[in-house]
């Protein structure tokens, strides 16, 4: 026998082992997945806090000129972000600038 010969004889035989391992595979049964019960969970304690937050959410646009709703909402942001103290004050500027301008350096000629 030579080389050619004995490769398609292995080409054959590794067909018909996957032909046979394909046919059993798919002539077997599912087994059915084990009784398990939903987790059930027990009723929340009514959260204050998550009702705010719904009627706010309920406003729609109104809620933009609500003052309660812009405090919750501020609140929960700054727990969100983890910050515990209100930010630290920006020191006011003497001169007679815009607030929120920036300076912009003058080339010197």
């Given at each position: 026998?030579?080389?050619?010969?004995?490769?398609?004889?292995?080409?054959?035989?590794?067909?018909?082992?996957?032909i046979t391992a394909t046919a059993i595979e798919m002539?077997?049964?599912?087994?059915?997945?084990?009784?398990?019960?939903?987790?059930?969970?027990?009723?929340?304690?009514?959260?204050?806090?998550?009702?705010?937050?719904?009627?706010?959410?309920?406003?729609?646009?109104?809620?933009?000129?609500?003052?309660?709703?812009?405090?919750?909402?501020?609140?929960?942001?700054?727990?969100?972000?983890?910050?515990?103290?209100?930010?630290?004050?920006?020191?006011?500027?003497?001169?007679?600038?815009t607030p929120g301008a920036a300076t912009i350096p003058t080339e010197v000629r």
């Amino acid at each position: 026998m030579d080389g050619k010969t004995l490769a398609r004889i292995g080409a054959v035989v590794f067909i018909a082992i996957a032909i046979t391992a394909t046919a059993i595979e798919m002539n077997r049964t599912a087994e059915p997945p084990a009784a398990v019960s939903p987790p059930t969970l027990a009723p929340a304690a009514p959260n204050p806090l998550r009702e705010s937050l719904r009627r706010c959410q309920g406003l729609g646009e109104a809620a933009l000129r609500d003052r309660g709703c812009l405090t919750l909402w501020a609140e929960q942001r700054d727990r969100f972000l983890g910050l515990n103290s209100p930010a630290p004050a920006v020191p006011q500027s003497t001169t007679a600038e815009t607030p929120g301008a920036a300076t912009i350096p003058t080339e010197v000629r």
